[in-house]
């Protein structure tokens, strides 16, 4: 269950390693980092130059529970503008754009739902140098504050300072929120339900602790 931060980089590597695969010779305008198209752009090397903004929305309280113990659901968009020279025609943008579409579409990526991908063709940009197709992908994800990483749980209590299991609250679906309690603080962790309620032993990467 990320915060903004976290879905933010989940979109952006998803975005770059798809790219990377599929589309090497389109470069990427990244979020406040320096691309000037007029010299980093070649029209004899390169089938495009693209840039990638991803903006949040609205949320929304997704679960009943105390201050604290909630759900919160966050929905966004990312937007990926593609130039192509302008008076080539729109196929070279539009087959662009289909990439990009599939970088993105119908794939969750460390608790980000990426949802469909719309196409527009847009025309001429405002710089006027060049052909303009965007993507929209509309993006989800859930934040609950009382999640935190197993590994920073870890780090923080130690590995002989695990307490016992106490009060499971399920949230739905196949896995679940547990809650436990070390030293009167309280933590919590997703997964498959302890054996007992007093499964305190087991610390290997992704059971329960």
Known sequence: MPDFEAAFHAILGRFKDQMDSLRPNVPIAWPNLPYDPLEDFSAASHDAWA??????????????GAVGHRRWRHVGVVIVQVFTVLGRGAAAGLAV?????HALRGTTVNGVALNAAAIEPVGQDEVGGFFQTNVRVAFRY?????????????ADAGATDFGTWQNPLLLGGTAGLYIWYVSGAEYAKTGAAPTHETDGTERAAGAVV
């Open 51 to 64: 840039r990638i903004t991803i903006r949040g929305g609205d949320a929304r309280i997704a679960s009943a």
């Open 97 to 101: 754009a289909d990439d990009v579409a």
């Open 142 to 154: 859930d934040y609950n504050e009382l999640l935190r990483d197993l590994d920073d749980f870890v």
